[in-house]
């Protein structure tokens, strides 16, 4: 059975941080592309990052520089640093396989979110 196990969410004040952690089983984890998407109240899914098999990585506009994707194909674990957080980082965080530049729901493996909740 796949499963994506995400953690790390939280609430926050702007300007900080958190991470986020995805832990996959039941498919090849090291053989798959690995998103972040995100969902805000009341929008639609936004890709965030996405990181490559050989570990290349890619950000939206809105979060590069301050968020960062890694993984650790050991532990089946995809990862996302978030600092200087901004109350428009409200959202679900999905961890998702493969590229997801205009996310849906009907390609990839999803968990089941978690939520970061930023304001002061």
């Known amino acids: 059975e796949v499963q994506l196990v995400e953690s790390g969410g939280g609430s926050v004040q702007p300007g900080g941080s958190l991470r986020l952690s995805c832990a996959a089983s039941?498919?090849?984890?090291?053989?798959?592309?690995m998103s972040w998407v995100r969902q805000a109240p009341g929008k639609g899914l936004e890709w965030v990052s996405h990181i490559m098999i050989g570990g290349g990585t890619s950000y939206a506009d809105s979060v590069k520089g301050r968020f960062t994707i890694s993984r650790d194909n050991a532990k089946k674990t995809v990862y996302l640093q978030m600092t200087n957080l901004k109350p428009e980082d409200t959202a679900v965080y999905y961890c998702?396989?493969?590229?997801?530049?205009?996310?849906?729901?009907?390609?990839?493996?999803w968990g089941q979110g978690t939520q970061v909740a930023v304001s002061s």
């Open positions: 039941g498919f090849h984890f090291s053989k798959y592309v």
């Open positions: 998702v396989s493969g590229i997801q530049l205009r996310p849906t729901r009907a390609t990839g493996f």
